[in-house]
């Protein structure tokens, strides 16, 4: 079997799409995750090139579906030398409008699928690799900058950022590197509203090139970090985001 063995998680639209995309156009084998899009899923898997590719399915937020997701994942490629966590899920819940069991759900469900899922994705991915093994991690700008509309997703990634460095630590000694890309915003179905004028416009015009990011463009990050040169490159994370917030 030629490549690497790749794992996306959250891979039939958006940003993972991309990502797989772009592991399969560089030679690798992919494993494309989905929770209920078997139909996107299996599309992707035939029109992306090179062959060996595979679908697997599971809620990420439910651990012992990660858990199964993830030996089928490995068996249908052979192995796992790389994992993407991609799978994202932001909700609206202003602290002032929603009401408090909104408030825990959004917490709950935001917390276990972008933060606890990737944790739990990786620590079954490990299991499964060898020395040169590579995490890739899908964060986000509200990490660093704050997110007043979902401090449940702002929160998650930051917690992603600091799940990245201290598995840089604890997998290094094993050759495993980890690496996180944090992204201001990207087009995709998740930003469609966010990106509708006239809210649109002012999150383009932060980026003095006066767009968003394309996801090819997110794609290319997390296939340096998954890169065999990419091993000092862990513990880094990468905040991708055209220039915003440069201005004074
Ligand atoms: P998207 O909504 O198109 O994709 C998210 C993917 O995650 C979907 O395929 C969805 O099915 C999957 N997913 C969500 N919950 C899941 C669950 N419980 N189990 C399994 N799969 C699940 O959005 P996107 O923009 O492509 O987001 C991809 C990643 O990029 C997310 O982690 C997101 O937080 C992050 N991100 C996005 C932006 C942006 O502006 N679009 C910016 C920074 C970071």
């Known amino acids: 079997m030629s490549g690497r063995a790749v794992l996306v998680t959250g891979a039939s639209r958006g940003i993972g799409r991309a990502i797989a995309t772009a592991f399969a156009a560089d030679g690798d084998r992919v494993a494309i995750h989905h929770r209920d899009s078997a139909d996107l899923a299996e599309a992707l898997r035939a029109e992306?090139?090179?062959?060996?590719?595979?679908?697997?399915?599971?809620?990420?937020?439910?651990?012992?579906?990660?858990?199964?997701?993830?030996?089928?994942?490995?068996?249908?490629?052979?192995?796992?030398?790389?994992?993407?966590?991609?799978?994202?899920?932001?909700?609206h819940h202003p602290i002032t409008e929603v009401s408090y069991e909104d408030w825990q759900a959004a917490w709950r469900r935001t917390l276990d699928t972008n933060l606890v899922g990737a944790a739990n994705a990786t620590w079954c991915a490990v299991r499964h690799m060898k020395r040169g093994?590579?995490?890739?991690?899908?964060?986000?700008?509200?990490?660093?900058?704050?997110?007043?509309?979902?401090?449940?997703?702002?929160?998650?990634?930051?917690?992603?950022?600091?799940?990245?460095?201290?598995?840089?630590?604890?997998?290094a000694p094993h050759g495993i590197t980890v690496g996180t890309v944090a992204p201001g915003f990207v087009e995709t179905d998740m930003t469609n509203e966010h990106l509708?004028?006239?809210?649109?416009?002012?999150?383009?015009?932060?980026?003095?090139?006066?767009?968003?990011?394309?996801?090819?463009e997110i794609a290319a990050a997390a296939l340096y970090l998954a890169s065999p040169a990419a091993e000092w490159a862990s513990g880094t994370i990468i905040d991708l985001n055209g220039a915003s917030y440069l201005r004074s």
Do not use: C
């Open 133 to 171: 093994g590579r995490i890739v991690n899908v964060s986000s700008r509200g990490a660093f900058r704050g997110e007043p509309d979902g401090p449940a997703y702002g929160a998650s990634k930051a917690g992603m950022n600091a799940l990245g460095q201290s598995l840089a630590i604890a997998l």
């Open 48 to 91: 992306l090139p090179g062959e060996g590719h595979t679908t697997v399915q599971a809620d990420i937020a439910d651990p012992a579906e990660v858990r199964r997701m993830v030996d089928e994942a490995a068996k249908a490629l052979g192995g796992i030398d790389v994992l993407v966590n991609n799978a994202g899920v932001f909700f």
């Open 196 to 216: 509708k004028a006239p809210r649109g416009d002012a999150i383009r015009a932060q980026s003095p090139f006066g767009r968003v990011a394309m996801p090819e």
